[in-house]
């Protein structure tokens, strides 16, 4: 059930939060796993695989026998004694005890091993790719903040130019706000500079130019979730999880099929003798059959040993997958409580840290204009209302981060 509702749950939030964006998205993420070499060599390994399921629960290729019985000595021929003949004749070794059955199921469960490990480097490629693009929206956004807080200094400087030039203003307060200015241009030629080398790593991710043009991280997702649902989804769907229980299903069969090597095997064969007329003869033809099994007395010295390898690593396997559910559970509820902490910072820089710096910015620029208060008091809200602003866009741009690498846990691929 959970397996159902968690990948709707995340369709959810990524819809809303690239409204009229998820196409592009979409495409973006369609773009990077098309081109990617590495998961086109894993594709290959998957079909390689998918073959030898056929070819693992094969029999051995039959034999054939051609052969002469019983030709004299002192005189060779076909027509001088009555027991002289030719032979051909086909056997056929038949494994016993279901060990093709067992071979078969151990193919099959490598191919689905080598499917989940595709899935994987799929869904940890794509929240790479994502990543970036959140990074790079981040990037962006705080452009636009700094870009009108520049604005707002930039007021500031003229209003204190003019003030300065009828008499009533400060040239130190002009100075202080041209500098507050440039370095407002500082961070911006350092935001850029990340911009063009992040918009290139996707570039290089998605193996050609993409565009991400017009994309924004919306604000009306960030909710509250709970943990519990979330672990439930992700052991029940991550590709680690099912690796390692196909790793422990395959331990199991080859102590089966070890053990199984006890059972003798089973040859069975059949030839046809031809004889030619004899003066002693009417040189009747004649066939044969035979069963042949072989006894397999020294399988047990053989096999014990690798018996017991078999048995070792089929503990390992269940402490591996036992040591994968409770590391998975940890970093899902880790998620989780950081999602729960965005959220609820979100929530506070939205409702009253940003209100209140702007209506502190406000009320410092009138009690300046009034005489009241100095200037410096009023760059300096301006610069707290700079920070606040970009850290409300960091923890939009953290929530999506860690709801993509809570998608990533479940082998979850292309996000619409």
């Given at each position: 059930m959970y397996f159902r509702i968690i990948p709707i749950f995340f369709v959810l939030i990524f819809t809303a939060a690239f409204a009229g964006d998820a196409e592009q998205f979409q495409e973006i993420q369609k773009t990077v796993l098309a081109n990617?070499?590495?998961i086109k060599a894993m594709e290959q390994e998957v079909h390689m695989y998918r073959n030898q399921i056929s070819s693992s629960s094969a029999l051995e290729d039959p034999k054939l026998k051609l052969g002469v019985n019983n030709v004299p000595i002192t005189n060779p021929g076909f027509k001088m004694d009555s027991m002289t003949s030719k032979e051909i004749g086909i056997s056929q070794m038949i494994p016993l005890g279901g060990k093709l059955g067992l071979k078969s199921a151990i193919a099959e469960k490598k191919y689905k091993i080598a499917q989940e490990r595709l899935r994987k480097e799929k869904a940890e490629l794509l929240h790479m790719a994502r990543m970036n693009i959140y990074?790079?929206?981040?990037?962006?956004?705080?452009?636009?903040?700094?870009?009108?807080?520049?604005?707002q200094?930039?007021?500031?400087?003229?209003?204190?130019?003019?003030?300065?030039?009828?008499?009533?203003?400060?040239l130190s307060n002009v100075i202080k706000a041209n500098i507050e200015y440039n370095m407002v241009d500082e961070g911006l030629i350092s935001l850029k500079q990340k911009e063009r080398d992040v918009t290139s790593k996707i570039d290089y991710l998605a193996?050609?130019?993409?565009?991400?043009?017009?994309?924004?991280?919306?604000?009306?997702?960030?909710?509250?979730?709970?943990?519990g649902d979330q672990a439930a989804g992700v052991l029940s769907s991550n590709p680690d999880m099912k690796i390692l229980a196909l790793e422990k299903e395959i331990s199991q069969d080859d102590v089966s099929l070890k053990t199984r090597e006890y059972v003798p095997d089973m040859e069975f064969g059949f030839s046809y003798m031809q004889r030619e007329k004899t003066p002693m003869s009417k040189g009747d033809d004649m066939f044969s059959a035979m069963?042949?099994?072989?006894?397999?007395?020294?399988?047990?010295?053989?096999?014990?040993?690798?018996?017991?390898?078999?048995?070792?690593?089929?503990?390992?396997?269940?402490?591996?997958?036992?040591?994968?559910?409770?590391?998975?559970?940890?970093?899902?509820?880790?998620?989780?409580?950081?999602?729960?902490?965005?959220?609820?910072?979100?929530?506070?820089?939205k409702d009253q840290i940003i209100p209140q710096a702007e209506?502190?910015?406000?009320?410092?620029?009138?009690?300046?204009?009034a005489g009241t208060r100095e200037f410096m008091s009023v760059i300096d809200g301006i610069r707290m209302l700079l920070k606040y602003k970009i850290d409300m866009s960091m923890v939009k741009k953290e929530y999506y981060a860690d709801?993509?690498?809570?998608?990533?846990?479940?082998?979850g691929e292309i996000l619409k």
């Open positions: 990617n070499s590495k990074e790079l929206l981040y990037i962006r956004e705080s452009i636009k903040i700094m870009e009108e807080i520049k604005s200094i930039k007021l500031f400087v003229d209003s204190e130019i003019a003030a300065n030039k009828s008499g009533t203003g400060s193996g050609s130019p993409v565009s991400i043009e017009g994309m924004n991280l919306h604000d009306d997702v960030l909710k509250e979730i709970k943990a069963v042949i099994f072989n006894i397999p007395v020294w399988s047990l010295s053989k096999n014990r040993p690798m018996v017991e390898e078999m048995k070792n690593k089929l503990a390992m396997s269940q402490n591996l997958l036992s040591d994968r559910k409770n590391s998975l559970v940890y970093s899902v509820d880790s998620i989780t409580s950081r999602l729960n902490k965005w959220s609820s910072l979100y929530v506070l820089y209506l502190s910015v406000e009320t410092s620029h009138s009690q300046h204009m709801m993509s690498e809570l998608h990533m846990l479940t082998g």
